[in-house]
């Protein structure tokens, strides 16, 4: 990382709390560093079709295609706004990456070598955190109208992945049952910790 900025990357489920967090982390980081926010789907012009035809469809439609356009969005993301803030030194906090296409797609059954694969291009973060909140949990929050991918079932499949990448070390579990404030103090102390390593 002395060459180039830091990449993290916040993961969850719907309704976790991801993006307030996310948000929150990169204006405490702003105090130090220079660092910049950004997401998944990204605002580039697959990330815009994932976004109309996808994310608030009323009926799932081939996971494949899906696993598909997030890849290429994911390139297209990573090409036009990730990597060129790291080769600028700036720390990046992305909200979602490689390990929603794993944790989604993979809940419909797709094979997740395979979704790796797709998606070999994809650098990886030197930080990854996941908030954890039971899916019962989220549903309850998501009062607004769900998309095809939030409901129960499938944000159980979603987590059982996710903490699957908790215990091989991928992810860094944060405790998101908790109150804002505390989720955000866990999350800020766990990206300085690694910060002050890393650098």
């Known amino acids: ?33 220079d660092a910049v926010y950004t997401a998944e789907p990204s605002n580039g012009t ?22 598909l356009l997030f890849a290429a969005d994911r390139f297209e993301h990573l090409k036009s706004e990730v990597l060129p ?12 990456y490689v390990y929603s296409s794993l944790a989604y797609q993979g809940a419909t059954g797709l094979d997740l070598e395979w979704i790796e694969k797709i998606n070999e291009h994809a650098v990886s973060p ?8 039971e899916p019962e949990t989220v549903i309850r929050r998501l009062k607004r ?14 987590r059982e992945i996710y903490l699957r990448f908790v215990g091989e070390g991928g992810l860094v579990r944060v405790d998101g049952n908790k109150s804002k404030t505390e989720v955000a103090t866990e999350i800020i102390a766990t990206v300085k910790e690694f910060l002050k390593v890393a650098r």
Request: proline share 0%; hydrophobic share 40%; net charge positive.
């Open 1 to 33: 990382m002395v060459d180039r900025g830091t990449f993290i990357c916040v993961e969850g489920l719907d309704g976790c709390g991801k993006t307030t967090q996310a948000k929150l982390l990169v204006r405490r980081l702003k105090k130090d560093y």
């Open 46 to 67: 697959v990330g815009k079709i994932i976004k109309k035809q996808y994310l608030h469809a009323d009926k799932r439609g081939s996971a494949v295609v899906e696993a």
């Open 85 to 96: 803030a790291l080769d600028e030194r700036k720390l990046v906090v992305s909200d979602r």
């Open 126 to 133: 030197d930080l990854a955190l996941f908030i954890d909140v």
């Open 145 to 158: 109208k769900r998309s095809v991918m939030e409901n129960l079932e499938t944000q159980l499949k979603v």
